[in-house]
Protein backbone atom coordinates (compact mmCIF):
# COMPACT_ATOMS: atom_id res chain seq x y z
CA UNK A 1 0.00 0.00 0.00
CA UNK A 2 2.20 2.79 -1.56
CA UNK A 3 1.01 6.29 -0.18
CA UNK A 4 1.72 8.49 -2.82
CA UNK A 5 2.24 11.79 -1.07
CA UNK A 6 5.52 13.75 -0.61
CA UNK A 7 6.54 12.57 3.37
CA UNK A 8 9.73 11.45 3.64
CA UNK A 9 10.12 7.64 2.21
CA UNK A 10 12.72 5.14 3.09
CA UNK A 11 13.06 1.58 3.68
CA UNK A 12 16.06 1.03 5.51
CA UNK A 13 18.00 2.76 7.95
CA UNK A 14 20.46 3.60 5.65
CA UNK A 15 18.27 5.19 3.41
CA UNK A 16 17.08 7.37 5.67
CA UNK A 17 20.40 8.18 6.83
CA UNK A 18 21.38 9.08 3.71
CA UNK A 19 18.17 10.73 2.64
CA UNK A 20 18.39 13.07 6.22
CA UNK A 21 21.99 13.55 5.59
CA UNK A 22 21.60 15.11 2.25
CA UNK A 23 18.98 17.13 3.06
CA UNK A 24 19.88 18.69 6.50
CA UNK A 25 24.02 18.51 7.10
CA UNK A 26 24.72 21.22 5.09
CA UNK A 27 22.58 23.21 7.27
CA UNK A 28 24.88 22.74 10.32
CA UNK A 29 26.73 26.23 10.01
CA UNK A 30 23.91 28.96 9.89
CA UNK A 31 22.34 26.71 12.68
CA UNK A 32 25.25 26.87 15.04
CA UNK A 33 25.93 29.98 14.76
CA UNK A 34 22.42 30.75 15.15
CA UNK A 35 22.67 28.87 18.51
CA UNK A 36 25.41 30.32 19.22
CA UNK A 37 24.03 33.71 18.48
CA UNK A 38 20.61 33.01 21.14
CA UNK A 39 22.64 31.49 24.16
CA UNK A 40 26.15 33.47 23.30
CA UNK A 41 27.97 30.20 25.01
CA UNK A 42 29.76 27.83 23.08
CA UNK A 43 28.76 24.59 25.43
CA UNK A 44 24.71 25.76 25.28
CA UNK A 45 25.40 26.63 21.17
CA UNK A 46 26.72 22.35 20.83
CA UNK A 47 23.92 21.08 23.02
CA UNK A 48 21.05 22.68 21.25
CA UNK A 49 21.83 22.04 17.94
CA UNK A 50 22.98 18.32 18.78
CA UNK A 51 19.18 18.53 20.17
CA UNK A 52 17.75 20.27 17.54
CA UNK A 53 19.26 17.15 14.76
CA UNK A 54 18.30 14.57 16.99
CA UNK A 55 14.85 15.99 16.96
CA UNK A 56 14.92 16.41 13.09
CA UNK A 57 16.04 12.77 12.99
CA UNK A 58 13.32 11.06 15.06
CA UNK A 59 10.45 13.73 13.40
CA UNK A 60 12.10 12.98 9.81
CA UNK A 61 8.64 11.37 8.57
CA UNK A 62 7.03 14.47 9.29
CA UNK A 63 9.26 16.45 6.95
CA UNK A 64 8.39 17.13 3.44
CA UNK A 65 11.34 16.40 1.23
CA UNK A 66 12.02 19.20 -0.52
CA UNK A 67 10.53 21.62 0.75
CA UNK A 68 12.16 24.23 3.16
CA UNK A 69 14.95 22.48 5.25
CA UNK A 70 16.22 25.16 6.73
CA UNK A 71 13.33 26.72 8.01
CA UNK A 72 11.92 23.67 9.46
CA UNK A 73 15.45 23.14 10.96
CA UNK A 74 15.61 26.82 12.56
CA UNK A 75 12.05 26.14 13.78
CA UNK A 76 13.03 23.57 15.63
CA UNK A 77 15.90 24.81 17.33
CA UNK A 78 14.33 28.21 18.39
CA UNK A 79 11.44 26.19 20.04
CA UNK A 80 14.24 23.64 21.75
CA UNK A 81 15.84 27.40 22.60
CA UNK A 82 12.48 28.40 24.80
CA UNK A 83 11.79 24.71 26.12
CA UNK A 84 15.35 24.23 27.54
CA UNK A 85 17.56 27.66 27.56
CA UNK A 86 15.24 30.48 28.10
CA UNK A 87 14.04 28.95 31.14
CA UNK A 88 17.52 28.79 32.51
CA UNK A 89 18.61 32.27 31.26
CA UNK A 90 17.79 35.41 33.70
CA UNK A 91 14.83 36.86 32.23
CA UNK A 92 13.53 39.90 33.59
CA UNK A 93 9.38 39.99 33.99
CA UNK A 94 8.49 38.93 30.04
CA UNK A 95 7.11 41.31 28.40
CA UNK A 96 3.81 40.60 26.93
CA UNK A 97 4.52 41.05 23.30
CA UNK A 98 1.06 40.05 21.93
CA UNK A 99 0.02 43.10 23.48
CA UNK A 100 3.24 45.19 22.65
CA UNK A 101 2.66 44.45 19.12
CA UNK A 102 -1.34 44.80 18.89
CA UNK A 103 -0.43 48.61 19.86
CA UNK A 104 2.70 49.03 17.09
CA UNK A 105 0.20 47.08 14.69
CA UNK A 106 -2.37 50.04 14.73
CA UNK A 107 -1.77 52.97 12.79
CA UNK A 108 -0.05 54.46 15.24
CA UNK A 109 3.52 53.65 13.65
CA UNK A 110 6.46 55.67 14.80
CA UNK A 111 8.06 58.52 12.73
CA UNK A 112 11.02 58.10 11.52
CA UNK A 113 13.60 58.51 14.26
CA UNK A 114 15.79 60.86 14.21
CA UNK A 115 19.09 59.65 14.72
CA UNK A 116 22.64 61.00 14.28
CA UNK A 117 23.53 57.23 13.07
CA UNK A 118 25.69 57.74 9.74
CA UNK A 119 26.09 55.56 6.80
CA UNK A 120 29.85 56.15 7.22
CA UNK A 121 30.02 55.20 11.15
CA UNK A 122 28.06 51.73 10.41
CA UNK A 123 30.46 51.22 7.95
CA UNK A 124 33.58 52.36 9.50
CA UNK A 125 32.07 49.91 12.10
CA UNK A 126 34.39 46.34 13.22
CA UNK A 127 32.40 42.79 13.37
CA UNK A 128 32.76 42.34 16.91
CA UNK A 129 31.50 46.25 17.52
CA UNK A 130 28.41 44.71 15.03
CA UNK A 131 27.97 41.68 17.73
CA UNK A 132 27.99 43.31 20.27
CA UNK A 133 25.16 45.79 19.35
CA UNK A 134 23.18 42.77 18.45
CA UNK A 135 24.01 40.75 21.74
CA UNK A 136 22.18 43.76 23.46
CA UNK A 137 19.16 43.32 21.91
CA UNK A 138 16.69 41.13 23.58
CA UNK A 139 16.35 37.57 22.41
CA UNK A 140 13.28 38.48 20.33
CA UNK A 141 14.53 41.27 18.40
CA UNK A 142 17.74 39.61 17.90
CA UNK A 143 16.31 36.31 16.77
CA UNK A 144 14.12 38.03 14.26
CA UNK A 145 17.29 40.52 13.21
CA UNK A 146 19.37 37.40 12.56
CA UNK A 147 16.44 35.63 10.45
CA UNK A 148 15.60 38.69 8.08
CA UNK A 149 18.85 39.91 7.47
CA UNK A 150 21.35 37.36 8.51
CA UNK A 151 19.60 34.15 7.18
CA UNK A 152 17.27 36.05 3.90
CA UNK A 153 14.16 34.38 4.96
CA UNK A 154 10.77 35.91 3.96
CA UNK A 155 8.24 37.16 6.30
CA UNK A 156 5.82 33.86 5.53
CA UNK A 157 9.05 31.90 6.47
CA UNK A 158 9.79 33.47 10.11
CA UNK A 159 5.87 33.36 10.95
CA UNK A 160 5.99 29.88 10.54
CA UNK A 161 9.45 29.59 12.47
CA UNK A 162 8.62 31.83 15.06
CA UNK A 163 4.41 30.63 15.23
CA UNK A 164 3.33 34.69 14.94
CA UNK A 165 1.19 36.10 12.58
CA UNK A 166 2.87 37.75 9.56
CA UNK A 167 1.85 41.21 11.29
CA UNK A 168 3.54 40.53 13.97
CA UNK A 169 6.79 40.26 11.80
CA UNK A 170 6.57 43.35 10.57
CA UNK A 171 6.03 44.91 13.58
CA UNK A 172 8.40 43.00 15.34
CA UNK A 173 11.01 43.98 13.02
CA UNK A 174 10.33 47.49 12.84
CA UNK A 175 10.83 47.28 17.04
CA UNK A 176 13.97 45.47 16.73
CA UNK A 177 15.79 47.75 13.53
CA UNK A 178 15.18 51.13 15.89
CA UNK A 179 16.39 49.31 18.72
CA UNK A 180 19.26 47.80 16.75
CA UNK A 181 20.16 51.17 15.47
CA UNK A 182 20.07 52.52 19.23
CA UNK A 183 22.85 50.39 20.25
CA UNK A 184 25.12 50.47 16.85
CA UNK A 185 24.89 54.32 17.33
CA UNK A 186 26.21 54.14 21.18
CA UNK A 187 28.77 52.22 19.62
CA UNK A 188 29.92 54.65 17.11
CA UNK A 189 30.12 57.23 19.87
CA UNK A 190 32.19 55.19 21.83
CA UNK A 191 34.59 54.96 18.44
CA UNK A 192 34.40 58.12 18.07
CA UNK A 193 35.42 59.30 21.44
CA UNK A 194 38.46 56.80 21.66
CA UNK A 195 39.47 57.76 18.13
CA UNK A 196 39.59 61.52 19.60
CA UNK A 197 41.61 59.99 22.38
CA UNK A 198 44.17 58.05 19.94
CA UNK A 199 44.63 61.67 18.38
CA UNK A 200 44.82 63.79 21.12
CA UNK A 201 47.78 61.22 22.66
CA UNK B 1 -7.60 88.35 14.79
CA UNK B 2 -8.01 84.83 16.37
CA UNK B 3 -9.48 83.87 13.18
CA UNK B 4 -6.54 84.66 11.50
CA UNK B 5 -4.28 82.79 13.68
CA UNK B 6 -6.50 79.56 13.43
CA UNK B 7 -5.89 79.85 10.05
CA UNK B 8 -2.00 79.90 10.01
CA UNK B 9 -1.87 76.94 12.98
CA UNK B 10 -4.27 74.61 10.55
CA UNK B 11 -1.96 75.24 7.20
CA UNK B 12 0.69 74.69 9.39
CA UNK B 13 -0.27 71.62 11.38
CA UNK B 14 -2.12 70.63 8.44
CA UNK B 15 1.17 70.80 6.33
CA UNK B 16 2.80 69.09 8.98
CA UNK B 17 0.32 66.44 9.37
CA UNK B 18 0.16 65.82 5.44
CA UNK B 19 4.08 64.84 5.54
CA UNK B 20 3.60 62.83 8.76
CA UNK B 21 1.33 61.07 6.66
CA UNK B 22 3.10 61.03 3.85
CA UNK B 23 6.10 59.99 5.57
CA UNK B 24 4.16 57.65 7.59
CA UNK B 25 3.72 55.88 4.25
CA UNK B 26 7.14 55.92 3.26
CA UNK B 27 8.14 54.38 6.56
CA UNK B 28 5.55 51.57 6.38
CA UNK B 29 7.02 50.67 2.78
CA UNK B 30 10.59 50.83 3.57
CA UNK B 31 11.29 47.74 5.41
CA UNK B 32 8.98 45.64 3.07
CA UNK B 33 11.48 47.07 0.43
CA UNK B 34 14.54 46.26 1.67
CA UNK B 35 13.37 42.78 2.69
CA UNK B 36 12.10 42.44 -0.95
CA UNK B 37 8.60 41.61 0.05
CA UNK B 38 7.08 44.92 -1.34
CA UNK B 39 4.73 45.12 -4.34
CA UNK B 40 5.94 46.49 -7.45
CA UNK B 41 2.98 49.24 -6.56
CA UNK B 42 5.05 49.77 -3.40
CA UNK B 43 8.49 50.35 -4.54
CA UNK B 44 7.54 52.82 -7.22
CA UNK B 45 6.02 54.49 -4.58
CA UNK B 46 8.99 54.18 -2.30
CA UNK B 47 11.45 55.05 -4.97
CA UNK B 48 9.41 58.31 -5.54
CA UNK B 49 8.74 59.68 -2.71
CA UNK B 50 12.50 59.44 -1.83
CA UNK B 51 13.73 61.19 -4.85
CA UNK B 52 12.42 64.49 -3.22
CA UNK B 53 12.39 63.96 0.78
CA UNK B 54 15.30 64.29 2.19
CA UNK B 55 14.54 62.79 5.52
CA UNK B 56 13.04 59.77 3.86
CA UNK B 57 15.99 59.57 1.67
CA UNK B 58 18.33 59.64 4.62
CA UNK B 59 16.47 57.04 6.73
CA UNK B 60 16.12 54.76 3.74
CA UNK B 61 20.00 54.93 3.29
CA UNK B 62 20.53 54.22 7.09
CA UNK B 63 18.12 51.38 7.15
CA UNK B 64 19.55 49.81 3.93
CA UNK B 65 23.42 49.93 5.85
CA UNK B 66 22.21 48.39 8.89
CA UNK B 67 20.76 45.39 7.00
CA UNK B 68 24.14 45.42 4.88
CA UNK B 69 26.29 45.63 8.32
CA UNK B 70 24.21 42.71 9.84
CA UNK B 71 24.76 40.53 6.40
CA UNK B 72 28.38 40.98 5.73
CA UNK B 73 29.97 42.39 9.14
CA UNK B 74 29.18 39.11 11.62
CA UNK B 75 31.48 36.74 11.37
CA UNK B 76 30.53 33.02 11.29
CA UNK B 77 31.82 31.18 13.48
CA UNK B 78 33.15 28.02 12.20
CA UNK B 79 31.27 24.51 13.43
CA UNK B 80 33.06 22.82 15.96
CA UNK B 81 34.14 19.30 14.09
CA UNK B 82 33.50 17.39 17.27
CA UNK B 83 29.98 18.60 16.86
CA UNK B 84 29.82 17.41 13.34
CA UNK B 85 30.72 14.22 14.63
CA UNK B 86 28.96 14.21 18.04
CA UNK B 87 25.82 14.94 15.47
CA UNK B 88 26.66 11.66 13.47
CA UNK B 89 27.20 9.37 16.35
CA UNK B 90 23.41 10.51 17.52
CA UNK B 91 21.93 9.59 14.19
CA UNK B 92 23.83 6.26 14.23
CA UNK B 93 22.76 5.43 17.41
CA UNK B 94 19.26 6.38 16.84
CA UNK B 95 15.94 4.20 14.66
Known sequence: MEEQNSKTRYKSKEEKDSLFEKE?????????????????????????????FLKAYRFFDS?????????????????TFIN??????????????????????????NEP????????????????????ALNALDVDFRTIIILCDLE?????????????????????????????????????????????????? | MIDFIKEVVNKLVGKKAEQRYCCKDCLCRLNSVLDGEATKEEMIYLQ??????????????????????IKHKLEQRPVPPSLIDSIRGNIQKNC
Not at chain 1, 33 to 38: A, D, E, P, T
Not at chain 1, 86 to 105: H, L
Not at chain 1, 119 to 124: H, K
Not at chain 2, 52 to 61: D, G, I, M, S, T
Request: hydrophobic share 30%.
Open chain 1, 24 to 52: FMHLIGPLYNFGYRLTLDEDDANDLVQET
Open chain 1, 63 to 79: YEKGTNAKAWLFRILKN
Open chain 1, 84 to 109: EYRRKTKEPNKVDYQEVESYYNSDDV
Open chain 1, 113 to 132: ITSDLRVDSLNNMIGDEVAN
Open chain 1, 152 to 201: GFTYEEMAKILDIPIGTVRSRLHRARNVLKEKLQEYAQSMGYKDQRKKND
Open chain 2, 48 to 69: EHIEHCAPCYNHYNIEKSVKEV
